[in-house]
T-cell receptor, first 113, second 115 residues
């Protein structure tokens, strides 16, 4: 079945540091890939997505590239801010008839001033 | 506009009690999903509705779990004879249509604690 493996946390960085959160997946067919973010006290929000190989999703300075050859979708940001502190979830959707999401376990990011 | 709302936000139930969790999706959204998120884990799919039709209930962990969406809008997730392993956050999400071009919008969740 489908599965997502993402980097164990927690990750603690200083402001303006470079961020990478690794994500790899196993899926049938050609899934769409997503990063969701959960800020403290808030619900899950879509951060970015990519629907086919070599697509790059980007939003709020975050980027991730759909790499079919390595089955990966690593999240990167060049310079993190304190306000980026949150839990980040990698997810996939294999399509089919319902488009349910399969999530990784989440990575807690804390950015210190 | 209003997002997805869920009620109650917190629920404490004694083992063996029945609970009902409500989801109000964004108005006009055809697709509705329920997910279960255990502590320290990512959300896991429970069930999916397209309008009032429950098209996939493959993620429901046991026959104690039951979901409905009788008029194609509000949905209720019911758990009978709750067990401690049911303690989790239950998330509802809706999307305008089914498909990867349609974002799933999540509610704040209901945190269920079974004592």
């Amino acid at each position: 079945g489908d599965s997502v493996t993402q980097m164990e946390g927690p990750v603690t960085l200083s402001e303006e540091a470079f961020l990478t959160i690794n994500c790899t997946y196993t899926a049938t067919g050609y899934p769409s890939l997503f990063w969701y973010v959960q800020y403290p006290g808030e619900g899950l929000q879509l951060l970015l997505k990519a629907t086919k190989a070599d697509d790059k999703g980007s939003n709020k300075g975050f980027e991730a590239t759909y790499r079919k050859e390595t089955t990966s979708f690593h999240l990167e940001k060049g310079s993190v801010q304190v306000s980026d502190s949150a839990v980040y979830f990698c997810a996939l959707n294999s399509g089919g008839s319902n488009y349910k999401l399969t999530f990784g376990k989440g990575t807690l990011l804390t950015v210190n001033p | 506009g209003a997002g997805v709302s869920q009620s109650p936000r917190y629920k404490v139930a004694k083992r063996g009690q029945d609970v009902a969790l409500r989801c109000d999706p964004i108005s006009g959204h055809v697709s509705l999903f329920w997910y279960q998120q255990a502590l320290g884990q990512g959300p896991e799919f429970l069930t999916y509705f397209q309008n009032e039709a429950q098209l996939d209930k493959s993620g429901l962990p046991s026959d104690r779990f039951f979901a409905e969406r009788p008029e194609g809008s509000v949905s209720t997730l019911k758990i009978q004879r709750t067990q401690q392993e049911d303690s989790a956050v239950y998330l509802c999400a809706s999307s305008l249509m089914a498909g990867n071009n349609y974002e799933q919008y999540f509610g704040p969740g209901t945190r269920l604690t079974v004592t």
